[in-house]
C-alpha cells in the first residue's frame, strides 16, 4: 500500500465491507471444495466453514444497519495491521489491482 489509511470510515460501511469480503470468501471455499467429496470429514469441514463464512457475511450485512447513523472512525492503525493489501484496500474502499486470473500468487 502507498499512503496509509487516513480517512474515517463509517462503522456500518466498514461491517458492510466485512460482510461482501465473507461472502466472497465463503464462494471461494465451496469453489475449492468442489469435487473433492472423497474425504467426508474433510468436505463436512469444508461446508461447515462455508456456511460460516455466509452465515457471518449476513450477520455483519444486517447489523450495519442499526450503526448508519453513528459517525465514521479512524482505523488506520486496524488497516495498516491487514497483511493483504488488497483486502485492506478494499475495506477502506480503495481498488487495488488483482493479480491477473488464472496466475497463482505464492506468499
Known sequence: MDEPFALPIPPALLLR?????LAAAAT????????SAQDIVR??????????LGELSLFLERAAVPMDALP?????NALAQVRLSALAARLAGRQEEAAPSGEVDFF
Request: glycine share 10%; net charge negative.
Open 17 to 21: 465491507r466485512l460482510a461482501a469480503e
Open 72 to 76: 465514521a472512525c479512524d482505523l488506520s
Open 43 to 52: 468436505a463436512q469441514g469444508q461446508d461447515l466453514l462455508h456456511q460460516t
Open 28 to 35: 471461494l471455499s465451496e469453489e475449492i471444495g468442489a469435487g
